[in-house]
């Protein structure tokens, strides 16, 4: 009898604890009609439609789904310096999926990167850009994900060794590089400005490709989309300023609507993980929608202009480069780098071909490919692979070339970036 107070403690704080990890995070004192009357709210056709529309512009499903798997059923991970994280099963699924979530559940996840019992969630999940969603917006893609055939599949294990399996590590992580808010609008500027920015800094989480990481995979200068290497992959994501020295110079709205509407613009093609956002987002947006996002890209400032790069010896090369594209390339990006309108991608004066590192014109040359297929563009042409026919010499005789022709003015490139990049995974 003596040790039932102990015992007794031990109990109220285990129910305690239960309660802080494995209570539902919505509030306790809802009352049941209440409940029920959210539950049907959330099944009005028209909020599940608004619902899709905002997942798609989200891209969700790039993620959430696995190779050939149902959509957002989970099941693909995503590599990261740190290991694999694999993204978990979104449909209402009891077991496996979110099938016992409250939009209060869900809306911790999405605003504050946390799951269902409280754990911290790994930023490979982009809620450092999701918790600028509305609160609004953010129901309407719950209402969407919860009128989706429930379908059972359990979650795939975590890749990553200790310390970063440890997800209260996270903390320092999160003190550093993540600040929940909600998109708050300029009134010094235009509505479409606002939803251009809403879209581009929120669902549309362009910024977690279009910026710096550094070691620690956080995001710096948020929001200003100047442009960084995305760990894993070996692409470049380009600065996205249309302003002089900016990464898009010269780039009119129209030119960022097509290419973000059609996967080709009158100044370049969209390709590497670029051509997958446009893909399965960005092509099923409104015209109005991109047209929003165009005018907020073009607002942002320019990118502090970089150092001019050392000059080339074309010399040294023995006119290779040279050779090497009139014999290989030239018949369809034009001796003039022209490209052809609307078929083959100009090469002067092209962002990928400009992006300080040189690795986006080193992936194109060796792995060749074709702009998305969409509904502006059904048929694109296509390069041809020149991994086989080139050697690592040819390859950087080339790209230096098209790298120093016509209005371009980057840097060579080595054949050791040539040969390092032979061995990227192609995805
Ligand atoms: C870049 C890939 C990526 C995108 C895009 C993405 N997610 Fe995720 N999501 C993940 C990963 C990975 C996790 C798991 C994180 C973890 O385990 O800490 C996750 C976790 C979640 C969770 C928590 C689930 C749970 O069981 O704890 C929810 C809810 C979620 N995502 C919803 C969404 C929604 C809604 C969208 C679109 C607006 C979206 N995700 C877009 C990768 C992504
Ligand atoms: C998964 C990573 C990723 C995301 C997310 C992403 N981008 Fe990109 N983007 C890239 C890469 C890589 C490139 C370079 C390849 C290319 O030019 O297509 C690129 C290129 C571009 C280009 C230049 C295309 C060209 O022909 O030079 C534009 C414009 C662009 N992105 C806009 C956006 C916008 C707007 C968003 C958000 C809605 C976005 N991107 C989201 C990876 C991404
Ligand atoms: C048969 C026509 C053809 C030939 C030959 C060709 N290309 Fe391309 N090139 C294309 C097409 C089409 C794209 C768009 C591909 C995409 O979006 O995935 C492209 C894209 C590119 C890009 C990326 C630019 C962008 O905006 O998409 C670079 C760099 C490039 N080519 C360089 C070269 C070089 C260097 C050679 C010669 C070694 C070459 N190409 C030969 C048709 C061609």
New binding site residues.
């Given amino acids: 009898m003596k040790r039932w107070p102990g015992a007794l403690i031990v109990l109220v704080l285990a129910a305690l604890l239960y309660w802080r990890y494995a209570g539902p995070t919505s509030d306790p004192q809802t009352p049941l009609a209440q409940q029920r009357a959210d539950a049907a709210a959330l099944r009005d056709p028209a909020l599940i439609a608004r619902g899709k529309y905002l997942a798609t512009v989200g891209d969700c499903a790039a993620c959430h789904t696995m190779l050939g798997g149902t959509r957002y059923a989970g099941g693909r991970s995503l590599a990261t310096p740190f290991g694999d994280v694999p993204a978990p099963n979104i449909t209402p699924d009891p077991d496996t999926g979110l099938g016992h979530w409250s939009f209060d559940d869900f809306w911790q996840a999405l605003h504050d990167g946390k799951g269902r019992h409280g754990e911290l969630l790994y930023p490979v999940f982009s809620y450092t850009s999701f918790t600028r969603v509305t609160r609004d917006d953010a129901r309407a893609i719950f209402a969407y994900l919860q009128s989706l055939p429930p379908v059972p599949q359990a979650a795939t294990p975590l890749g990553l060794a200790f310390p970063y399996d440890v997800r209260s590590g996270l903390l320092a992580w999160r003190a550093l590089y993540f600040k929940a808010g909600e998109f708050r609008p300029d009134p010094a500027r235009s509505a479409e400005w606002n939803r251009g920015a809403y879209l ?1 800094q929120g669902l ?3 910024n ?3 910026a710096p990481r550094n070691a620690f995979g956080g995001i710096t200068q948020n929001g200003r989309l100047t442009g960084g290497q ?1 760990p894993q992959l070996e ?4 600065d ?1 300023s249309t302003r002089r020295g900016g990464g ?1 110079e010269g780039w009119s709205a129209r030119d ?1 609507v097509d ?2 509407q059609r996967g080709q613009s009158a ?9 997958e ?1 446009v893909y399965n987002s ?1 092509q099923h947006m409104t015209d109005t929608d991109l047209q929003a ?1 165009a005018v907020y ?1 073009q607002s942002l400032p320019p990118r502090a202009v970089a150092a001019a790069p050392a000059p080339l010896s074309l010399a040294a090369s023995g006119g290779r480069g040279e050779k090497i594209y009139t014999q290989h390339c030239a018949d369809c990006h034009g001796t003039d780098g022209n490209g052809v309108a609307g078929i083959y991608p100009p090469l002067n004066g ?3 071909v400009n992006e300080p590192t040189g690795i ?1 014109a080193i992936r194109s040359v060796l792995l060749g490919g074709f702009p998305p297929v969409t509904a502006g563009n059904p048929r694109p042409y296509s390069m041809p692979p020149y991994a086989q026919p080139l050697s690592d010499d040819d390859i950087t005789a080339v790209i230096s070339y098209i790298r120093r022709s016509w209005s371009n003015k980057a840097s060579a490139v080595s054949p050791a970036d040539v040969a390092k990049l032979r061995q990227a995974p192609n995805d």
């Fill in positions: 581009v549309g989480h362009c977690e490709c279009h995305i692409w470049y994501a380009p996205l898009l960022i290419l973000l100044k370049g093609a969209a390709f590497g993980p670029m051509a956002v960005t996002m890209l092209n962002t990928s986006n």
